[in-house]
C-alpha cells in the first residue's frame, strides 16, 4: 500500500500495487503445473484381451463362504464361526501351501466377513482370496 503525498495536496491516497500478487500467483500456478504429471502414479497398460475361461482347479485352496444369513461354509460343509479356526488349523497342518478363498453375498455386513478373516487370520492363514463376480 502506498501513500501519495503532494504538498499542494494533503489528502492520503492509498492504493493497493498488484504486481507482487500477480507474480506470486503466476510462480505458484507454474509450479502447480510442473508438479501435476508427477503426481500420478499409475502405470498404464494396454492390456491384452483373452476370452473368459474357468480357472483350474488348483489342489491348494478351501473356500469359505458366508450367505445372507451370514451361516458360513467351509468348502461347502456347515460350520459355525467357533469351530472355523480348528477346522482350518487341520486343514493347514494338511496342506502348508493353503489359500483360502473368501465368498460372501453382497448384503452379509461388513463384520462379518472381517470375523471370518481374522478367525483365518489366527488359524495361521497368511494367504487370502476374494471371489466376485464379473
Do not use: C, W
Request: proline share 6%; net charge negative; glycine share 2%.
Amino acid at each position: 500500500m502506498a501513500f501519495k503525498t503532494d504538498s499542494s495536496d494533503r489528502t492520503a491516497m492509498s492504493e493497493i500495487n498488484v504486481t507482487p500478487l500477480v507474480d506470486v500467483m503466476l510462480v505458484l500456478l507454474i509450479v502447480f503445473i510442473v508438479t501435476a504429471p508427477l503426481l500420478t502414479q499409475a502405470v498404464k497398460v494396454d492390456l491384452p484381451k483373452t476370452e473368459k475361461t474357468d480357472p483350474s482347479p488348483d489342489k491348494h485352496t478351501s473356500t469359505v463362504s458366508i450367505d445372507a444369513q451370514s451361516k458360513v461354509t467351509l468348502n461347502d460343509h456347515p460350520e459355525q464361526m467357533q469351530n472355523l479356526e480348528q477346522s482350518l488349523r487341520s486343514l493347514l497342518q494338511a496342506d502348508p501351501e493353503l489359500i483360502i478363498q473368501f465368498q460372501a453375498d453382497k448384503s452379509v455386513p461388513y463384520g462379518a466377513v472381517a470375523e471370518a478373516m481374522a478367525v483365518a487370520h489366527k488359524a495361521g492363514i497368511v494367504k487370502l482370496a476374494f471371489i466376485t463376480r464379473e
